[in-house]
């Protein structure tokens, strides 16, 4: 498992998160605070504070998270 911190800031940017998701093929949660959700749900991730980072975490191996992190690039935060 690996994390990182990602940042939405607005509706429309978690909506094309999600539908970036689906595309791949690892496992991946959000956790915000003590709330944990699959990155992967539109209703999960619509429960969380969209207006503050949120930590990315990716299940797999090298190659799988490495892959989700290329794909996930614009939002993740250095």
């Known amino acids: ?6 940042y ?3 509706v429309e940017r978690a909506l ?3 539908q970036k998701t689906e595309s791949v093929d690892a496992k991946m949660k959000l956790v915000s605070g003590t709330k944990t959700v699959d ?6 991730v ?4 969209l207006s503050q980072p949120i930590m990315l975490e990716v299940y797999g191996d090298d190659l799988i998270r490495q ?9 993740l935060q250095n």
Do not use: H
Not at 1 to 6: A, L, T, Y
Not at 39 to 44: D, H, N, R
Not at 46 to 49: C, G, P, R
Not at 67 to 75: I, K, P, R, T
């Open 8 to 10: 939405f800031g607005d």
């Open 16 to 18: 094309r998160f999600i």
């Open 67 to 75: 892959q989700a992190f290329e794909e996930l690039s614009e939002y």
């Open 39 to 44: 990155a992967k749900s539109l209703l999960g």
């Open 1 to 6: 498992m690996e994390r990182k911190n990602v």
């Open 46 to 49: 619509f429960s969380l504070d």
